[in-house]
DNA sequence: CTTTTTTATGCAATCGATTGCGCCACTCGG
DNA sequence: CCGAGTGGCGCAATCGATTGCATAAAAAAG
């Protein structure tokens, strides 16, 4: 049977002493202010009574959780492990617990978790949900609770964020493509009102431009949501249209999927008739025939280093603002035809 | 400024009663103490302040915390997202929180984070990561956690759990190989130690004797783990060996993926050369090249089922050790070869 | 050897709720 | 009109820690 468990006042009593000393002698922070000889003891019947501190009664007093919320749009889009796994890592090296969300992009149930996470007094939040222009963030910072976002960020710029350069993303994709000779090259663009979508948007006219040619509005389609479904739909809509192109470039890599379901089912194929590009390089893109070529983002390092800026807040809460852009690479594979075949490394990183 | 959050001393002054009468006018279990006319103003008053009771108080009194902890072996793992998926959904139903963590599949990690969670008073557990043996489904039953496990269970019996009829799915493989005229056919065994791993390796061998063949213990391969690396090696063992065979039947998804990537290494083709048949149907593997004839195990409802039966052990402790196997059934798609193409429908359950 | 200062520990309040118990006032029966 | 019974609330303890302040003992100063 589930003994109760033992407490502070246990100990103390069990070493002779009141809870208060047991208290500060246990405590790394204060205990200078113990004798020696006492401390040890203390820590020695801790120790042999098997004390574990609660961490409730601790909550209640003094407010910190060493528990780190972090919201993520939609669990089943695989760049999101490697990202989990990286703030993981970087928060358990500090003693905190990273506490996972999954809002499935509905705002609602955003606002509800996010609450629920007040609540339980979390000590900061990773927010890999963050629109251009996003209410929860203000909640947060109203509340001044320490935050840090995650691959999207907000237009204001307001809270502190490590994002990839998807501009730069761009330019890698659309050079790419030009490299390989094509001229009349279409843009599936994510949402605008997330800052990925909008910023691979504007990456995609500006790196257009650089390679000298025309980005043409009617070769730019429109996706509601990151998903194949909407590649799928919206890939068909810009094939209906009468102008003609070559290549297509995805705002990430399940537009690129739902792009080769479309080719599919018309009979073609990524690289052949039509070259296709990707966004974020997420496991098993690698797997898919042709393999994908794709912008690989460093997603492990983006959790960790979103986790230690969080970290760093946590300590001063007066840590400016920061902004960390982290460059991505070209993974060049298949869906890009003619382009010597290069690498195909196999899933990112772990 | 965050100014300070409103108590039920706060609500309780501001309605001229006693924070206890407060409290029960504002607990529906306890309202029918107060008069009708008191708990109403206190209600009105608590709404008009904003109140939001801290549970953390709450729980430190009453020892219940609403949160489940649900223990994940690889968030990498896409079958495991549509299972989390079904947890949150009837758990959320229940005014219960789902608190993921991911143990990395290390035994090491498995027990810090259990103790963690016993140490925030979770109220009960779902745990995917169970082994056949294992020492921490031990620790909470001596807890007395209430704990369901999932898609995998433990030899003993002696927790509830929510698993998928292992041994029909490898029947249904394996029959439909032999439909397809393949006589010699090699098994991908997963770790013998996970359930999944035995059942469906024993389930492999009593498939093959239903349909009249005999297994040879040459053509099993035994994987230390389920993933596409240990499914690329064994394979590749495999074949290495004298013995030929002209299908494989993978004990899980990333295996058959493996066998995908040592195919494609020899210049070989799943569905031509080799059958290949998976097990879980996890997103994307309809989007493989070719297609993966797997089984489809209903992994939301898998995790909705073991909800509602933590939910139910939550209500009453005593409630009885239930198994429950969910059938699964079969996708065939291209990856089987000459068998007339069906269905090849899109990701699974969402 | 006394007085002052320092140091180590104990006391008790506190965080924000819940809950057993006691008391007061009201109702109802005799 | 008085006593027993009952219903509605308030009091105070409690959950398990932390921490400002008081105090006793020891050390330093005179």
Do not use: W
Not at 113 to 141: F, S
Request: charged share 25%; with cysteine; hydrophobic share 40%.
């Amino acid at each position: 049977m589930a003994t109760r468990r033992v407490t502070l006042r246990d100990v103390a009593r069990r070493a002779g002493v009141h809870p208060s000393t047991a208290s500060r002698a246990l405590n790394p922070q204060t205990r200078e202010m113990i004798t020696e000889d006492i401390a040890r003891r203390v820590a020695r019947t801790a120790r042999a009574l098997g004390y574990q501190p609660n961490p409730i009664a601790y909550l209640l007093k003094t407010n910190r959780s060493r528990i780190i919320g972090v919201l993520i749009p939609d669990i089943t889009n695989p760049v999101f492990p490697p990202i989990i796994r990286g703030i993981e890592d970087a928060l358990g090296a500090a003693g905190y617990t990273a506490v996972l969300a999954n809002t499935d992009n509905d705002e609602q149930r955003e606002r509800v978790i996010l609450e629920n996470m007040i609540g339980r007094r979390v000590d900061g939040l990773i927010m890999a949900t963050a629109r251009r222009r996003d209410p929860l963030v203000q909640r947060c910072l109203a509340e001044e609770i320490p935050l840090v976002l995650i691959n999207r960020t907000v237009a204001s710029g307001e809270v502190s964020s490590v994002v990839n350069d998807d501009e730069f993303g761009m330019e890698l994709a659309v050079a790419h493509m030009a490299r390989c000779g094509h001229a009349r090259i279409a843009h599936l663009a994510g949402p605008l009102d997330l800052s990925t979508g909008f910023t691979r948007h504007r990456g995609f006219i500006k790196a257009m431009k650089e390679v000298g040619l025309k980005a043409d509005p009617r070769l730019i389609g429109l996706c509601s949501s990151f998903n194949e479904t909407e590649g799928r739909r919206v890939f068909l809509g810009l094939r209906a249209g009468n102008r003609r192109f070559t290549a297509v470039v995805a705002a990430n890599d399940l537009l690129a999927v739902g792009c080769y379901d479309a080719l599919h089912e018309l009979g073609l194929r990524a690289g052949r008739e039509v070259a296709v590009t990707g966004f974020n390089d997420m496991p098993f893109v690698d797997k898919l025939r042709p393999p994908l070529t794709t912008v690989r983002i460093p997603h492990y390092q983006m959790g960790a280093q979103a986790a230690r800026m969080l970290l760093a807040r946590l300590r001063d809460p007066h840590a400016p603002i920061e902004h960390v852009t982290l460059r991505p690479e070209l993974v060049v594979r298949d869906s890009t035809g003619r382009a010597p075949r290069t690498s195909s490394r196999s899933r990112g990183s772990a």
